[in-house]
């Protein structure tokens, strides 16, 4: 025990920093929370919720699947602050059901996952008909405290408007102190208010408010999300949000992402409550989306973020 216990003190250290200096996160910037899926969103300082046809809508609004026309794959790895015991990793699987269908008007369809949607009336939006399933598992810490989280979602969208949902094992371990699990639901919702031009997306994480412990009637944290994306051109995207943690303050997130050509983009944004700066770059290369991102806290440093995902086959 004597051997152990310097490693006891310095995580127990670096902790309490973090949330000293850090309010919003005090290590619950995973903290049974949402968290952050695909170094895109990181780049854009988390602002997705408004963003669909990707794989990691799964976990920034599973509303957002229902547009991918392919089954997926993608891999997402996270490093805070130079810290092996803030590592994050995340799985995720997509699977359209059905074959693809074209409405009459409205929708945005991506040719890859991603990528800018086409602005020209000449195409029409696709969608799969009957929804798209998916899968996620994620892991987030070190040996002394972990999170393990196992998700299944759906989403279905008619017209302009996407609904989703998930639900969530989520198991909080810590070391010498044994295991809990919890189970969690949430929901997500996005609709176009001018197709191909503006979206509004929304979620609510945690809609049933789940007790972790009941020390001090500790709870899983219940998260509501709501924001717009607007496209002015083809080669931009302009995302504004507002996240707000019903036991915290709102975090007010702005994002920009720009594609001087379809297979290369540059993302910037900002975060008010964290104090959080982040820019990243984004790859279309052959059939992998590569996408990087790192972020920089003031006082805590920087996190870097790495995302590759596949689609495969014609579509459904």
């Known amino acids: 025990m004597k051997h152990g216990l310097p490693k006891y003190i310095s995580t127990f250290c670096f902790l309490v920093v973090v949330s000293a200096l850090w309010p919003v996160a005090s290590v619950r910037a ?23 046809g990707e794989v990691w809508s799964m976990g920034n609004n599973v509303a957002g699947i229902s547009e991918i026309q392919r089954p997926s794959v993608g891999f997402y790895a996270e490093n805070r602050y130079f810290s092996s ?10 699977l359209p059901l059905g074959r ?22 000449a195409v029409a939006p696709t969608w799969a008909r ?3 399933v998916a899968l996620e598992v994620q892991r987030f810490g070190g040996v002394l405290y972990n999170e393990t989280r196992v998700g299944a979602g759906y989403a279905y969208r008619f017209g302009q408007i996407s609904l989703g949902a ?29 197709p191909r031009r ?26 509501l999300k709501a924001g717009l994306a607007y496209r002015p051109g083809s080669q931009v995207l302009l995302l504004v949000e507002t996240e707000k943690d019903v036991e915290r303050a709102a975090n007010f997130k702005v994002g920009l992402e720009y594609r001087p050509v379809p297979v290369l983009a540059a993302r910037l944004g900002l975060a008010s409550l964290t104090e959080q700066a982040s820019a990243g770059i984004g790859v279309l ?11 920089f806290q003031q006082a805590l440093g920087f996190s870097q973020h790495l995302s590759v995902s596949k689609s495969w086959g014609g579509k459904q």
């Open 30 to 52: 995973q903290g049974n929370g949402p968290g952050v899926r695909g170094a895109r969103a990181a780049a854009l300082s988390n602002a997705s919720v408004a963003l669909s």
């Open 85 to 94: 015991a803030l590592n994050v990793g995340a799985l995720t699987v997509a």
């Open 100 to 121: 693809t269908t074209a409405p009459d008007a409205g929708g945005v369809m991506q040719g890859a996952e991603g990528a800018a949607p086409s602005l020209s009336p």
């Open 130 to 132: 009957n929804g798209v």
């Open 166 to 194: 998930r639900a969530d094992m989520l198991q909080v371990s810590i070391e010498g102190l044994g295991s809990r699990r919890v189970v969690l639901g949430t929901l997500g919702g996005q609709i176009e208010i001018v």
């Open 198 to 223: 503006l979206s509004f997306g929304a979620s609510l994480y945690n809609l049933g408010q789940t007790k972790l412990a009941s020390y001090q009637d500790e709870r899983v944290p219940t998260i």
């Open 285 to 295: 290369a052959g059939a992998f989306q590569i996408d990087y991102a790192a972020a």
